[in-house]
């Protein structure tokens, strides 16, 4: 089975965090890992773009209920008609989730990331403390290499 | 954007059914639709089946909370923990569903797709009575065939 | 712990169905039984207002995201910002559910209510023949009888 | 309508903490406040106690699908079967919400919390910091006292 990472973050982020998150987008789709967003705009649809440029399988978990609310680099659109009660699903079942730094919606995603036990990469200067076992990374690529470290394909 | 038709119906399920919902997979395949099922056994893993081995997408939305729960010809399995409730994703906004028979779970799915205003074909001899405006369809051609017509990529 | 009886039907509901729901609610409450609806009008407010004037409990599953969504005989309103798919809630563990005639939203439900084994009571015509083991009641007082039939109080 | 105050923390805490969640559930049912938790153990528990030894209302909202989960002390048992989703709506649209230190669980509660603008008041000392618009109480009638000012009766 092929691997995923949920790439999550705020949606109005500033040139150089839509970079980066384009960078880890491309970076999975070169690893041949499914990249699994929220499936709206800032960090991820940098994230889908990248995968999708590089040839990558994109998927985006949408809160509400029409395919047609994802943005153009989501290749699978799962709609859901839950609003933010569907970050549970972004992050439910990834081999891992590497998070640029958001607002309440990327908490609750960190939440359930953590709760679920996943490995969890953070990106740049998070926010908030959440005090746990998370990994920090300081580029795309130390993302993306501990993102898939030790990952066997399951 | 790509079509997305579901196929439903039983998980347990006699050879002639699991022939015509694997037919009616690899002919959706052949239309580059994306099959979305919920991702188990019996008309799901049938239908998978048949677009898989034809290249087609095929996506699972599960109940539970793994992708290994997956059938072998998911390509994109989404957990949802939410056990049968997640049978209203399976729906949500699909361009057309083919429903083979099946038990309350498929009335659940059907009864979702009516709500939504799905086009809807089923396949074979449904033993409820859904009164509603469904088309019947009496071979997997004919299934594909009326899930496809007039539906304009979107 | 007190029984707990989910009733549903339409929201648009002619006025003998309308005082048929209300009475129902007011047995149940004689009862003691907690009255499980969606919160909102035609049946759901019916049977929450005969539960309510006869001082009983009325909780409402509500589609939406705030409590205000509830009609004004609904005690507990629980949002659920879930739309169609708190349907399944309403269903999910009660004793029985009585069902008056309905559309698609009550079929759904009735899917549910039967995947999960509930006592399953219809007042009136159903239009669609679900082929189930349902029971059928002719009267508000019939209804109430076999919901609450053999029930122990658990 | 009366008023709806969530209270969250951690399903394994010590005496004092339970002590302190019992009075907040206490003082809440006396201003006539319907106390929502989780509905399993913990601070749930605890502050549903409080509340019912009181006289008051008490909501579980439960992770499972069956009401038999609930702690005794809740009156009103909603099962959702949706695992730890269910978080977002113990939270979803309550006066308020007052939280005890907890894991990740009650992590997620707090995003949901803030994500929809809840009055968030934290007793005690919370070990990740939120960095955002909560208030600090130091015992449970300054937490009720935080949580029911200004709140008008909707």
């Known amino acids: 089975m092929r691997r995923v990472v949920a790439v ?22 070169k690893e041949d890992a499914i990249v699994v967003t929220g499936g709206r705009g800032g960090v991820a649809e940098a994230a889908s773009r990248g995968a999708s440029l590089n040839g990558g ?8 209920r029409e395919r047609s609310e994802a943005n153009p680099w989501v290749e699978i659109a799962i709609p859901t008609g839950m609003g933010e009660t569907r970050n549970a699903l972004v992050v439910m079942d990834a ?26 990469v953070i990106v740049g200067d998070w926010p908030l403390a959440v005090g746990a076992t998370v990994q920090h990374a300081t580029s795309p690529e130390e993302a993306v290499e501990f993102a898939l470290a030790s990952t066997s394909t399951r």
Not at 11 to 23: F, P, S, Y
Not at 101 to 116: K, S
């Open 8 to 29: 999550i973050g705020g949606t109005e982020i500033e040139a150089e965090v839509d970079a980066a998150a384009e960078r880890v987008g491309a970076l999975l789709a």
């Open 57 to 64: 399988t994109t998927v985006g978990i949408l809160p509400g």
């Open 95 to 120: 081999d891992a989730v590497i998070a640029f730094p958001g607002a309440y919606g990327t908490l609750i995603e960190l939440g359930f990331a953590l709760h679920n036990g996943l490995r969890v």
